[in-house]
């Protein structure tokens, strides 16, 4: 009983020893891990993420008007099944179609199922289907200074297909687009969009804040105020005129580069603010004052000494920011001031489910709604949860 006793005890003081000698990554982590939310979010964060930029290969078709089944307008979802009444097979399959208009319909579409052993149409899977880059980006900017392009990689294998016709397994739009590769592709670029915001606005959060918040004084004030000022400008009637002076010749991708760029430029004063007040506290603790002392110059004490010290509350804001982005990406999108088509974002994709008649008729293009929900619910659980762990000595157990 004696040696149970004291082998427990030894257990518990090294758990301690453990605990009060962990570094701080590993503290948030064990915390974050006790969050069942939080670690599911994570996890389908995770997910979504890899759908996104594994998108060419996971989707059937090409996102585009290329890949459009002129054959199959607004059609509905295509659910592959193993067994029907001819019997059952292995294979999961779907039915062959057939689509006509009518007067009964008010000339809306009539799909006739055809279900004959003969019709079946079965899938299959790392099929050949139209190429795809990954790495590759152009941008087509007036003029040829801002131009660049980065080579990628082409392929042409997709993870699944049917051996006759199509398959589209979330239904299609009015113009025969695939909506499975389209929402897939659009979770991928409004991450990128936020992405490039949060990135930008990080960089010049901890360029202003940082030395707002160390040198003090008049610095502190003037860049106050230019944080004062980007913080009052209306985003609506910026965002408005922005549409207004980007021109129709613009690509895609240039407009993708653009609204990042805007989002980023105005997205930072927040995170600016947080690192001034943390520097203010921490630029007299004796640490600064004993790297002064040695010599060491404002940005390496800044970079090196100051900004570690809160390097969790950075990475949570940044997490926290990123559902804010992808809002703000699918509303602008979702009223005509970001991207348009033929770029696949989940704002313009929303814009389709704003007609009645979609709610009436053609209720999967609400798909992807969910997946912008999802998607921004898992950001909301991560970041509450990194919030939580972020201060991973408030508890002791």
Request: glycine residues 8%; proline residues 5%; contains cysteine.
């Amino acid at each position: 009983m004696t040696d149970t006793t004291n082998q427990a005890a030894l257990d518990e003081q090294k758990l301690k020893e453990a605990y009060f000698t962990a570094s701080q990554g590993q503290l948030i982590w064990t915390r974050f891990k006790k969050q069942k939310a939080a670690m599911v979010g994570a996890w389908v964060l995770i997910i979504l993420i890899l759908s996104g930029i594994f998108a060419p290969f996971l989707t059937p078709y090409d996102p585009t008007i290329a890949g459009r089944d002129k054959d199959y307008l607004n059609g509905p979802p295509e659910i592959p099944s193993f067994c029907d009444d001819n019997g059952c097979s292995w294979r999961p399959f779907i039915y062959t179609t057939e689509r006509t208009r009518s007067i009964q319909t008010n000339f809306r579409w009539v799909t006739e199922v055809k279900t004959g052993l003969e019709d079946r149409r079965y899938l299959e899977f790392f099929v050949k289907g139209s190429e795809y880059t990954y790495f590759n980006f152009n941008i087509n900017l007036p003029g040829t200074k801002l131009d660049f392009t980065i080579p990628g990689f082409t392929f042409d294998t997709h993870l699944f297909g049917v051996d006759k016709g199509m398959i589209h397994i979330f239904g299609t739009d009015s113009t025969g687009k695939d909506i499975y590769s389209r929402t897939l592709t659009a979770v991928n670029t409004s991450m990128a969009v936020g992405t490039i915001g949060v990135f930008i606005a990080f960089v010049m959060a901890l360029a202003i804040g940082g030395v707002a918040g160390y040198y003090g004084g008049w610095i502190d004030s003037v860049l106050q105020m230019i944080t004062d000022t980007v913080r009052t400008i209306p985003s609506i009637p910026l965002f408005m005129a922005l549409a207004a002076f980007v021109p129709d010749t613009w690509s895609a991708e240039a407009r993708f580069f653009f609204i990042s760029m805007v989002l980023g430029l105005i997205g930072w004063p927040t995170l600016a603010r947080r690192i001034r007040t943390h520097l203010l506290t921490e630029r007299n603790q004796e640490y600064v004052l004993a790297a002064q002392l040695c010599g060491a110059p404002a940005k390496h004490i800044i970079r090196k000494h100051l900004l570690p010290s809160f390097t969790s509350y950075i990475i949570v804001d940044l997490v926290i920011s990123f559902p804010y982005m992808v809002l703000s990406e699918t509303a602008l999108s979702f009223i005509g001031l970001g991207l348009k088509d033929p770029v696949n974002s989940l704002g313009v994709m929303l814009q389709n489910v704003t007609k009645a008649d979609v709610l009436l008729n053609y209720q999967w293009y609400f798909i992807p709604v969910i997946f912008f929900i999802t998607l921004v619910m898992a950001f909301v659980f991560v970041g509450d949860g990194l919030r939580d762990a972020a201060d991973p000595y408030g508890e002791s157990k």
